[in-house]
């Protein structure tokens, strides 16, 4: 039989089911892939599909949540089964007894004593957890440079990042490690490593997918998503992510769009496709916006029409972010004290314990940020930042809901640029963060968006974006399926990046590296 790995993860469930599959041949095949690799992706990988890691202590998860575990349903469609898919997940999900640190030396050694309803959910299906992936700290950063277990490598050109904060699960899914990987999205840390790294990036509306066991960076913006080969693959786990809401997540909605499914559609007649000037301005590189260009060209032939939109507070999402996200920062990680779990610094004193735990636990870009949030939350000065913020905010949120009564979907790039060169935007900040400029108006909406790669510019993937109304998935779905088959993508990197070997300080995934 061919390689299974290079199945799409919708043919090798069906290939599962049909037993011309082996679901433990299926999970070793990805085990020696991952374990080989020289990417950095994983910073743990189980030993097989029933690996539990470790026990947790004692009475420790019957402390971790109220009342017994959920149960949760799995779509009835065999087409939609997950049974002996192995999945990526992203450092950040809670998964019990499996180390968890949200790549933070603070969390170093973690092992939750609950699951993440996320992966609860997968696991009802039949999937099985592969690995943890790499990611920057807390999720805070666009390169996967932010993580205390090494910076992710691109597999297209180990020389570059892969975009963040999703950047292993990204990395994974493009360099064949993984079918599927679980990733979040707070302000684009799905789409943006997607598109950076040639695979599918696909973000839920804010509230369809429960919260409960992700790690918090900014609890109203973290949204759980997908990153997969292909459209089809992102719309398969999607469906086993939805559901009921949660009540042990107070941002919780349940799903409340049309059913959900594998999309099928090969034209787009009649969607209105909105492209909104304003965005697409100074900051582009040319051949991002000529790959940009070539695929509103090929959704005209498949039926669309293209209308010119704009959305005009959207230019400030960059500034009215990085006051919000910062400010909730501040605040989730406040729990961070070593007191209560993580790693604690020898100290003599109370206030010692905390600032030094503090100190040593986080990283140079957590710090900055709880330090930007802490200010803008401070007396004096709350109205004056976070609450201009937060209005801001809802100009945006009115901006999307305007368009929407004009098109169907908005398209944009998804990153202005390609992947950029490791260490080359640590030092500066400004221009590290301008890479979410097209990816964070749609998370301060809340509505749902996925990148779908749309070609190459200098041989390095180039990302597009489409985004919906609130449960808007279904038809995103269809619309990037029609276009991904015209587009005709090929995403396989270069057998070992354009370094034309593997890159350097990649950590040894067997040992966990050092995670365990």
Same mark, same amino acid.
């Given at each position: 039989?061919?390689?299974?790995?290079?199945?799409?993860?919708?043919?090798? &469930?069906?290939?599962?089911?049909? %037993?011309? !599959?082996?679901?433990?041949?299926?999970?070793?095949?990805?085990?020696?892939?991952?374990?080989?690799? #020289?990417?950095?992706?994983?910073?743990?990988?189980?030993?097989?599909?029933?690996?539990?890691?470790?026990?947790?202590?004692?009475?420790?998860?019957?402390?971790?949540?109220?009342?017994?575990?959920?149960?949760?349903?799995?779509?009835?469609?065999?087409?939609?089964?997950?049974?002996?898919?192995?999945?990526?997940?992203?450092?950040?999900?809670?998964?019990?007894? @499996?180390?968890?640190?949200?790549?933070? *030396?603070?969390?170093?050694?973690?092992?939750?004593?609950?699951?993440?309803?996320?992966?609860?959910?997968?696991?009802?299906?039949?999937?099985?957890?592969?690995?943890?992936?790499?990611?920057?700290?807390?999720?805070?950063?666009?390169?996967?440079?932010?993580?205390?277990?090494?910076?992710?490598?691109?597999?297209?050109?180990?020389?570059? =990042?892969?975009?963040?904060?999703?950047?292993?699960?990204?990395?994974?899914?493009?360099?064949?490690?993984?079918?599927?990987?679980?990733?979040? #999205?707070?302000?684009?840390?799905?789409?943006?490593?997607?598109?950076?790294?040639? &695979?599918?990036?696909?973000?839920?509306?804010?509230?369809?997918?429960?919260?409960?066991?992700?790690?918090?960076?900014?609890?109203?913006?973290?949204?759980?998503? @997908?990153?997969?080969?292909? =459209?089809?693959?992102?719309?398969?786990?999607?469906? /086993?992510?939805?559901?009921?809401?949660?009540?042990?997540?107070?941002?919780?909605?349940?799903?409340?769009?049309?059913?959900?499914?594998?999309?099928?559609?090969?034209?787009?007649?009649?969607?209105?496709?909105?492209?909104?000037?304003?965005?697409?301005?100074?900051?582009? #590189?040319?051949?991002?916006?000529?790959?940009?260009?070539?695929?509103?060209?090929?959704?005209?032939?498949?039926?669309?029409?293209?209308?010119?939109?704009?959305?005009? /507070?959207?230019?400030?999402?960059?500034?009215?972010?990085?006051?919000?996200?910062?400010?909730?920062?501040?605040?989730?990680?406040?729990?961070?004290?070593?007191?209560? $779990?993580?790693?604690?610094?020898?100290?003599?004193?109370?206030?010692?314990?905390?600032?030094?735990?503090? /100190?040593?636990?986080?990283?140079?870009? &957590?710090?900055?940020?709880?330090?930007?949030?802490?200010?803008?939350?401070?007396?004096? $000065?709350?109205?004056?930042? $976070?609450?201009?913020?937060?209005? @801001?905010?809802?100009?945006?949120?009115?901006?999307?809901?305007?368009? /929407?009564?004009? =098109?169907?979907?908005?398209?944009?790039?998804?990153?202005?640029?390609?992947?950029? +060169?490791? %260490?080359?935007?640590?030092?500066?900040?400004?221009?590290? $963060?301008?890479? #979410?400029?097209?990816?964070?108006?749609?998370?301060?909406?809340?509505?749902?968006?996925?990148?779908?790669?749309?070609?190459?510019?200098?041989?390095?993937?180039?990302?597009?974006? !489409?985004?919906?109304?609130?449960?808007?998935?279904?038809?995103? !779905?269809?619309?990037?399926?029609?276009? *991904?088959?015209?587009?005709?993508?090929?995403?396989?990197?270069?057998?070992?990046?354009?370094?034309?070997? +593997?890159?350097?300080?990649?950590?040894?995934?067997?040992?966990?590296? %050092?995670?365990?």
């Amino acid at each position: 039989m061919t390689d299974p790995t290079t199945l799409s993860a919708v043919d090798q &469930v069906a290939a599962l089911r049909a %037993g011309d !599959l082996d679901a433990a041949g299926l999970f070793a095949a990805y085990r020696e892939r991952a374990a080989a690799d #020289d990417t950095n992706s994983f910073t743990w990988l189980a030993d097989g599909p029933d690996d539990a890691a470790a026990a947790v202590p004692d009475g420790a998860r019957a402390r971790s949540v109220d009342g017994p575990e959920p149960t949760f349903d799995v779509p009835a469609d065999d087409a939609l089964s997950v049974r002996g898919l192995p999945v990526a997940v992203k450092d950040l999900f809670c998964v019990t007894g @499996v180390p968890t640190a949200s790549c933070s *030396e603070l969390l170093r050694g973690y092992r939750p004593p609950h699951t993440a309803t996320a992966v609860a959910r997968l696991q009802a299906g039949g999937a099985t957890v592969l690995g943890k992936t790499n990611q920057d700290e807390f999720a805070m950063g666009s390169s996967n440079e932010n993580s205390a277990f090494g910076a992710v490598l691109n597999p297209w050109d180990r020389t570059r =990042v892969p975009g963040g904060s999703s950047g292993g699960s990204a990395a994974a899914v493009a360099a064949g490690l993984a079918p599927v990987a679980l990733g979040t #999205d707070t302000g684009g840390s799905v789409r943006q490593p997607a598109a950076l790294c040639g &695979v599918v990036g696909l973000k839920p509306t804010y509230g369809s997918v429960s919260r409960f066991g992700m790690i918090a960076f900014a609890s109203s913006l973290d949204q759980a998503g @997908v990153l997969a080969r292909d =459209v089809r693959d992102a719309a398969l786990v999607l469906a /086993h992510l939805t559901g009921a809401a949660d009540p042990r997540d107070s941002t919780s909605i349940g799903w409340q769009g049309d059913a959900l499914g594998l999309p099928s559609a090969d034209r787009l007649d009649g969607l209105r496709i909105g492209v909104p000037t304003d965005l697409l301005g100074e900051g582009i #590189d040319p051949g991002v916006r000529a790959s940009f260009d070539a695929a509103l060209r090929t959704a005209e032939e498949l039926g669309a029409s293209i209308v010119e939109i704009t959305l005009p /507070h959207a230019r400030h999402a960059l500034a009215a972010y990085y006051v919000i996200a910062p400010a909730e920062a501040s605040s989730n990680l406040a729990r961070f004290d070593g007191v209560r $779990y993580g790693n604690r610094a020898a100290a003599d004193d109370l206030v010692s314990l905390y600032t030094r735990t503090r /100190h040593d636990g986080f990283g140079p870009e &957590v710090r900055r940020r709880i330090m930007l949030g802490t200010f803008a939350l401070s007396a004096g $000065y709350y109205d004056a930042y $976070y609450g201009r913020a937060q209005q @801001v905010r809802t100009k945006v949120v009115e901006d999307f809901a305007t368009a /929407h009564e004009q =098109v169907d979907l908005i398209a944009t790039p998804t990153s202005p640029t390609v992947a950029w +060169g490791l %260490g080359e935007r640590t030092d500066d900040p400004w221009a590290m $963060y301008r890479a #979410d400029v097209m990816t964070l108006p749609q998370s301060l909406a809340g509505v749902p968006a996925i990148s779908i790669p749309c070609g190459l510019d200098d041989g390095l993937p180039v990302g597009l974006q !489409l985004s919906g109304p609130a449960f808007g998935e279904p038809r995103i !779905l269809d619309a990037a399926h029609a276009l *991904e088959r015209a587009i005709g993508f090929d995403g396989t990197p270069p057998r070992s990046g354009r370094t034309g070997e +593997g890159g350097a300080g990649g950590a040894d995934a067997t040992s966990g590296g %050092g995670a365990a």
